[in-house]
């Protein structure tokens, strides 16, 4: 299999600060995310499976929570996104780096915002978001 090149390795990747107070809290040993990152994309799958957006709020609003590299480590993610990107915007979005993590970054904030909604207050989070994942809620 060919090498999957990473053309958003330098890309900054945010959250709306308001969404990451809640999500930091489950990250970790015996929380549902192993990482920030996995959060985000959850968020950002709900997102596209709403085909919704949420813009990134001003930067003083926001907190920038890992660069792009981090994609590198499952490089899938790297694929999926700019699969997600073509069908949403075409082939010519494939040159614009940027414009593809916007995409994302927009489509991840209105997830997460999902997230956090069905994890706040939960006393078993991890529970809480395998319920609110099954596909018949969805």
């Given at each position: ?10 890309a900054d990747l945010f959250m709306p ?72 915007r075409g082939e010519e979005i494939l ?44």
């Amino acid at each position: 299999m060919a090498e999957v090149i990473n053309r958003y390795a330098s890309a900054d990747l945010f959250m709306p600060d308001d969404l990451h107070r809640v999500i930091r809290e489950h990250v970790g040993v015996n929380q549902p995310f192993a990482r920030q990152i996995d959060a985000w994309w959850i968020g950002f799958c709900l997102g596209v499976r709403h085909g919704q957006t949420r813009p990134l709020p001003a930067p003083d609003k926001r907190v920038k929570f890992m660069d792009g590299a981090v994609l590198s480590s499952d490089p899938w993610r790297i694929i999926h996104l700019e699969l997600v990107a073509v069908g949403l915007r075409g082939e010519e979005i494939l040159t614009r780096p940027r414009e593809v993590m916007q995409l994302a970054t927009e489509h991840a904030n209105y997830g997460l915002e999902m997230l956090v909604n069905a994890l706040t207050g939960q006393n078993e989070p991890t529970l809480a978001l395998m319920n609110f994942l099954d596909p018949a809620q969805l």
